[in-house]
């Protein structure tokens, strides 16, 4: 019996790996990935934390600004590592790894109905443009 995503997981299964750590109760894992929020339908970032808690953020990247902002509206706020790991934030990585790094993306968490405003959001990163040629286009030999 091969097991798909539409194929519901055997429950004996699914207790050992929660007994285990590897997932939580409502099936997530430690590697965070893109979810779907069952009661409000929205598209999310969500995994374990490094505390061992179920996390829903969603999947804008904030600016050293729109941390605080989120911060003074209630939000917690994490760390997404390239291993997809979600890390809470503290003052401490604040203070010393401010978000706008597009190698460690900062997360807001969910709620339901209320998205990050766009004050609050990293701009698109844009692709380097090439260098402009200073050589005649034309071929050396």
Do not use: Y
């Amino acid at each position: 019996m091969t097991t798909t995503s539409t194929t519901p997981m055997p429950a004996w299964l699914r207790s050992m790996l929660q007994a285990k750590g590897v997932i939580s109760e409502t099936g997530l894992t430690r590697n965070a990935g893109i979810r779907t929020h069952r009661p409000c339908h929205a598209a999310c970032i969500a995994g374990i934390d490094d505390n061992g808690f179920d996390t829903w953020t969603d999947p804008t990247e904030l600016t050293p600004t729109g941390e605080l902002q989120a911060l003074l509206d209630g939000r917690r706020t994490w760390d997404l590592h390239a291993h997809r790991a979600l890390t809470l934030r503290t003052s401490i990585s604040i203070q010393h790894r401010p978000a706008g790094n597009p190698a460690r993306p900062v997360l807001a968490q969910h709620r339901c109905h209320q998205p990050i405003p766009s004050s609050w959001a990293m701009p698109p990163w844009e692709p380097l443009a090439a260098p402009p040629s200073t050589e005649d286009d034309e071929c050396p030999f």
